[in-house]
């Protein structure tokens, strides 16, 4: 209501409420009190020229209004354009930030850690930290002067408590002389907490500031198409490309051969991913007589996911694995579903679920939504993901306080939040490093995937408890260009290479799984278990939340109802 009538009151709206009822009292008043007649033309012509006078007002008023609206619209836009072109830019630059902020942490941690364990030695040498200061600094700061100034400004903050900390070690001395020695340590030890607590805060601010950008970037491109094709492309380019059709399509033999660039994150070879892409490569340069050809890339191409499908985006690779939380961020966030915590029973319930209806749902919303610039090869498992760390977990209370890497933002970051744990993240080459300097508490993976890493060997991994709290869904996504340019015989080649890489790499997952689970107690591991029930229960409101909140509320239930399915 006060907004209404703040409208109301605007002063455009005011002027023309003065026109519309006021002026006309004010020719009866005149017409009274000087004994005019209304009809005489003076008269007439009069109170004409007053009203002419008074519209034009209003109507140039109105002018200025809706150009002044106008040029603000326009503004918007260019501004929100200018965004959406530097999105993947901003991300990158946000995640870079952030871990380096987490690398300069676990190393001023473990720099510290060695002298607060020798007290004998009773402080650090000056130079040494200015120097770890002063790396980071030229790493931190041009990256960070790219995003928000608020980035810049919290980087710029917690570097000089670096700063502070490092002249309270210059001026020991002094200090000692003037108190004593026992409470410089003290005090060493104070300023290193508060040091380090300044720095874990300004890394959770940049968590914080990559989910709002996330979730801008989602809320002005809801409506937008962002994958039209290119307006630069000339009359010349498509009638090129319509004959290269039309060739295809008729079956028109070539003797060219077709390279298909192929690419995931992992760096192992002997991960589940890996072995399923030699599948594909092997089944489909066999059964195309080697017309077309796989060129397989582990990790050489990007370990951030993200990375790895804006070059698919781009084409510069046509097939790429990737999680369903990282396809959500380009406006499909209905696959943010599969991201829920127990949201499968066990991978028969997975298997029914992906390869069924709700795997073609998903292939079709993907199609859809991305105007067929990405195409669904298949369905590929990351295993079961189990958390490992520092301790067993019997309960919620085992995770409370606990920093723990994780997805940051989405339904698995909410998951362990409501828990009471700290979320945090890492890229997938860092993490053994991590829980080596335990600056993370706990991980969470599927044993194939951080056995292979040896993060069970650190302090910090070597108790597994088995939740089983997320049996993974992983796309394998095709450039849909580089698809819909196939001819009809060589999709069908493509598809029939794609069933047995799934086969194959599912089959490698499986297999893995208790092999690498053999291995890591082997090691020196030590595994438990726990009642799940302690878990869902927290689990289920959150599932129902989101499910509303990106509809797929039908979708959720389809995905229960095969629970009961033999």
Known sequence: MKKKWTAILKPTNLLIIVTLIVFPIIPMTF??????????????????????????????????????????????????????????????????VKIESEKFLAEFKSMITKVTEHPELVGI????????????????????????????????????????????????????????????????????????????????????????????????????????????????????????????????????????????????????????????KEEIERISNDTLQVEIHAGTLGTSEIELLT??????????????????????????????PYLFDNYDHWERAVDGKVGQYMSSLIKRKSNNSLHVLGYMSAGVRHYYGKKPIAGLEDLKGMTVRTQTTGVAAEYLTKIGAITTSLVWGEIYQGLQQKTIDFAENAYPYFVQQKHHKT???????????????????????????????????????????????????YEQEAVYKEIAVQEGAEIFHTDPHLFKHIVEPIQQTLAKEIETETLLKTIKALKQVG
């Open 311 to 340: 070059k698919l985006q781009k084409g510069t690779i046509d097939v790429v694995v990737v999680s369903p939380d990282v396809v959500s961020r380009i406006g499909i966030e209905e696959l943010d579903l599969l991201t829920i």
């Open 125 to 280: 040498k000056y130079e040494t930290l200015k120097e770890l200061k002063n790396t980071y600094s030229n790493k931190l700061l041009p990256v960070a002067a790219k995003l928000d100034g608020h980035v810049y400004v919290e980087v710029i903050h917690y570097l000089e408590e670096i700063d502070h900390y490092n002249s309270f070690i210059l001026d020991k001395d002094r200090y000692i002389q003037s108190h004593s020695l026992e409470m410089y340590k003290e005090e060493f030890k104070v300023k290193y907490a508060h040091a380090c607590l300044k720095i874990s805060r300004s890394i959770e601010f940049f968590s914080d500031y990559q989910k709002s950008i996330g979730d801008y970037f989602t809320e002005i491109t809801k409506d937008k198409n962002l994958w039209k094709a290119n307006p630069m492309l000339n009359q010349q380019q498509r009638k090129r490309k319509l004959v290269e059709k039309l060739f295809q399509r008729v079956g028109q033999a070539t003797s060219e051969k077709l390279k298909i660039t192929v690419a995931h994150n992992q760096t192992s070879l002997e991960n589940p991913y890996h072995i399923g892409m030699q599948k594909f």
């Open 31 to 96: 017409i009274r009190a000087l004994g005019l007649k209304f009809a005489e033309p003076d008269t007439l012509a009069y109170f004409g020229s007053i009203l002419g006078g008074l519209l034009t007002i209003v109507g140039v008023s109105l002018t200025i209004r809706h150009s002044d609206n106008s040029y603000k619209k326009a503004y918007a836009k260019d501004l929100e354009n200018e965004f959406i072109q530097s999105f993947p830019q901003k991300i990158e630059a946000i995640n870079s």
């Open 459 to 509: 302090d910090n991994g070597k108790y597994i408890t088995e939740t089983g709290h997320d049996y993974t869904t992983r796309f394998l996504l095709m450039n849909g260009k580089t698809y819909n340019a196939l001819s009809r015989h060589q999709k069908k080649l493509i598809m029939e290479a794609a069933r047995s890489a799934v086969e194959e790499e599912r089959r490698a997952v």
